[in-house]
């Protein structure tokens, strides 16, 4: 019999031939902008991969507000949050949170994956129904499998298959599962008709806004705003602050009974160490400048515009988000494609499966506000080339 060594290391040699071996490289900041570093061979790099989108992370005011809560908070929490972990600037935070999106409370996490698995297992019962896209972020798809209810995938962004398989109906109570912006894909979910069938099949609508919120909608409330939906129903959210906020951590947004639920019953919250005081400060002076980021918003819009006027040719996948994904399908041809990009200064990793469906190997080029219009025009040109190249 083989030993496990052995069989990880026949394992390793099938991710070799399949192009799908991945490895960890730590880049280091070259300066204090957050999308300029410095690989192991000293060669800088203008990063087209950050979830950094509206170029806060090494902001000034995050800055500051982190290093004056570091030096009355410390750098740890210590402590879960019922157990002492969380300081009055988390309360700050979650209220400041809740007042933004419009909604009775937040209870903060310390991260988006914790969140959803916290979110899911409390609320789903084994004898529900989870009615889940099948292009949801892996967070999603754990919470929905370690929730024991009964699983049923719908296509990706397809409310009339959706709609098909709520008529089949079925015992408990039926959920939906959706990210607001499809983390690999870019596109934004049909949350007006996710929000019909919910209504009409006494459904709730569970909906990650981790990519969503800061980047859609006026003053960066994500979906809701960006469908100008006013009074959305059966709908609870759950949003990052590791992503255009540039800090870390997560936090869920709803009614109040669902935050009292969550701090009962969420394993995740109730077993998990409180964030550092330090991040909830940062966050908290991110929301500031986040929500009047308007002209931040245009500006991604702009280079949207623009990376694909330059690229007409490539197989762009639909997106409204700073997510633009290149669809290029073959592992070999992806990660070559990568490399060439480094070679004349940007980092833009080959997205293979199983983070995307098999045959579907992209790039994944993430925009922040700190790119500049000169920055597409060089990205497009050095892709241009490498395209032809290949």
Not at 327 to 354: I, K
Request: glycine fraction near 10%; aromatic fraction near 6%.
């Amino acid at each position: 019999m083989e030993s496990l060594a052995q069989k990880w290391q026949i394992e390793q040699q099938h991710w070799r031939a399949e192009g799908l071996t991945r490895s960890l490289e730590a880049l280091d900041r070259a300066g204090n902008e957050g999308l300029h570093f410095r690989d192991a061979c000293g060669r800088e790099l203008l990063s087209f991969a950050s979830n950094d989108y509206l170029a806060l992370s090494g902001h000034p005011n995050l800055r500051r507000a982190a290093v004056a809560e570091l030096a009355r908070s410390g750098v740890g929490s210590g402590a879960a949050p019922l157990l002492g972990g969380e300081r009055p600037v988390h309360a700050a935070l979650a209220e400041a949170l809740a007042a933004w999106l419009g909604e009775e409370a937040v209870l903060l996490f310390g991260s988006g994956y914790l969140a959803n698995l916290g979110l899911v297992q409390a609320l789903v019962g084994r004898k529900d129904r989870l009615y889940a896209d099948r292009l949801n972020h892996a967070s999603l798809v754990d919470a929905a499998r370690l929730c024991g209810a009964r699983l049923i995938r719908y296509r990706h962004g397809d409310p009339e298959d959706l709609a098909h398989r709520l008529r089949q109906g079925g015992s408990g109570r039926a959920w939906i599962l959706s990210d607001g912006v499809f983390s690999m894909d870019g596109d934004v979910a049909p949350l007006p008709e996710l929000l019909d069938l919910a209504r009409q099949h006494e459904a709730v609508l569970i909906l990650d806004e981790a990519h969503a919120f800061g980047v859609l909608g006026a003053s960066g409330r994500g979906s809701l705003a960006h469908f100008g939906i006013e009074q959305p129903g059966p709908l609870l959210r759950m949003g990052t602050l590791g992503k255009a906020f540039g800090v870390y951590g997560a936090f869920v947004a709803g009614p109040q009974w669902l935050v009292d639920v969550l701090r009962q019953r969420a394993r995740s919250f109730v077993y998990h160490t409180a964030l550092p005081a330090a991040l909830a400060a940062a966050s908290l002076a991110a929301l500031e400048l986040l929500r009047d980021a308007e002209a931040e918003r245009r500006h991604l819009l702009a280079l949207r515009h623009a990376l694909r006027e330059a690229l007409p040719q490539g197989q762009w996948l639909p997106s409204d988000s700073p997510i633009q994904a290149l669809l290029l399908g073959d592992n070999a041809r992806a990660l070559a494609l990568s490399a060439r990009l480094r070679e004349v200064g940007f980092y833009c990793p080959a997205v293979r499966p199983p983070t995307v469906p098999p045959h579907s190997a992209r790039l994944r080029i993430t925009l922040s506000a700190g790119h500049s219009t000169a920055d597409i025009g060089a990205l497009a040109k050095a892709l241009n080339t490498a395209l032809a190249a290949l």
